[in-house]
């Protein structure tokens, strides 16, 4: 098979752990006889830097002509410390969720046995911890109305929902759980926000359509404490963006490193797949980076977006295999081990394959 993807490597260690993704994944089209032809396009700060916006024309035409998109991370310290700038590059991933039509983000949080001693949380709280949160990209306070009046003294941000978003997210989360254990969870703050109320009425009116899904509804908050106490018992979650945004990161601390675990963004057009890490701008050019989250984010575009399970489980299999060997940065050596450089785990992984 052939395949064209679109490669945005972004700020920071962006381009460092892509590049690792990339010798992975040409790896394993090599041993299933398939063929990847790689488009690099700009996104982020350093496309402000060469044509004055986060997320160019031309990145989103060859985003739009390519089967997937392969993306690394982006944000620079110097927007970081100015709130006045006028261009952002946060703003080119707004802005190209709501081109691409990428409604759902897909972030699964899971534990490796290797590793299940890293977490910061207890053995026992975390063993079996096997989730999937689907949060909705494109809606909400993130694309609301914003602004300021009183003379700048008083800021607003709107949250704003309609059903038809809420039913299209949902709908994922429902037939995800179909493939799952058959458990899903709607969290909202239904006791405060009329958004809230609008999801959970929604949903509650779709459990018909999916009779045997097991449907609990959640306020925000006593979720944020079950996560951190008992993770193991949830499945699939669904939830608005903002809520979607701090609990994911919750979520992927459980692991034990944020540099483990992937994601994917799911909608109209093309899908993006994506480490859940930042541009970690002080590590840039250290060679120090985990390439893990992303090389596992090329395992799910293997098997989400060309539906190639055997290659996907061939990349999670070595993925495991390095955890076991001690084959890893520094995020995650043990005490009085060698540190691997992030170049160094991508050789490995691709000598093993």
């Known amino acids: 098979m052939k395949f064209k993807i679109a490669l ?14 990339v010798k992975v994944s040409d790896a394993i089209a090599k041993k299933f006889n398939h063929e990847i032809i790689w488009t690099p396009a700009l996104t982020g700060a350093c496309a402000i830097d060469a044509v004055g916006v986060p997320y160019p024309d031309e990145t989103h035409e060859i985003c739009m002509a390519s089967d997937a998109v392969l993306f690394g991370a982006i944000g620079h310290p110097k927007y970081d410390n100015d709130p006045t700038a006028k261009v952002r590059p946060e703003q080119g991933l707004l802005l190209m ?3 691409l039509g990428l409604f759902a983000n897909v972030r699964p949080t899971f534990t490796f046995p290797s590793l299940i001693d890293n977490s910061p949380l207890k053995r026992e709280r975390i063993e079996g911890t096997d989730l999937v949160f689907l949060r909705e990209l494109t809606g909400g306070i993130y694309f609301g109305e914003k602004g300021r ?9 709107n949250c704003v929902y309609t059903r038809a978003e809420v039913q299209r997210l949902a709908k994922k989360g429902f037939e ?11 969290v909202d703050k239904a006791n405060v926000l009329e958004t809230s109320r609008l999801w959970r009425e929604t949903v509650q009116a779709m459990e018909k359509d999916y009779p045997e899904v097991t ?3 959640e306020f925000v ?12 018992t949830y499945d699939v979650l669904i939830t608005e963006n903002l809520f979607g945004d701090i609990l994911t990161d919750e979520a992927s601390v459980i692991s034990g490193s944020m540099g483990l675990m992937p994601s994917a963004s799911v909608g109209e057009h093309t899908s ?19 390439p893990l989250a992303t090389i596992l984010s090329a395992a ?22 390095s955890l076991e060997q001690g084959i890893v940065t520094e995020d995650l050596v043990a005490k009085g081990a060698k540190a691997y450089k992030t170049s160094e785990v991508g050789d490995w992984l691709v000598a093993n394959l």
């Open 97 to 99: 969720r709501k081109k």
């Open 149 to 157: 009046r009183d003379g700048g003294e008083t800021a607003y941000d």
């Open 176 to 186: 995800l759980a179909m493939t799952r254990s058959k458990k899903l969870c709607c």
């Open 215 to 217: 449907v609990s509804y």
């Open 8 to 21: 945005l490597a972004g700020d920071g260690i962006g381009p460092e752990v892509i590049n690792e993704a």
């Open 300 to 321: 799910m575009m293997f098997e989400d977006a060309f539906g190639l399970k055997e290659e996907a489980e061939a990349i999670r299999n070595v993925v495991n295999k």
């Open 272 to 290: 993006l797949y994506e480490p859940i890490h930042g541009s970690y701008p002080q590590a840039t050019g250290l060679n120090i980076a985990n």
């Open 221 to 232: 908050d006593a979720v944020a404490m079950r996560l951190v106490q008992w993770p193991n």
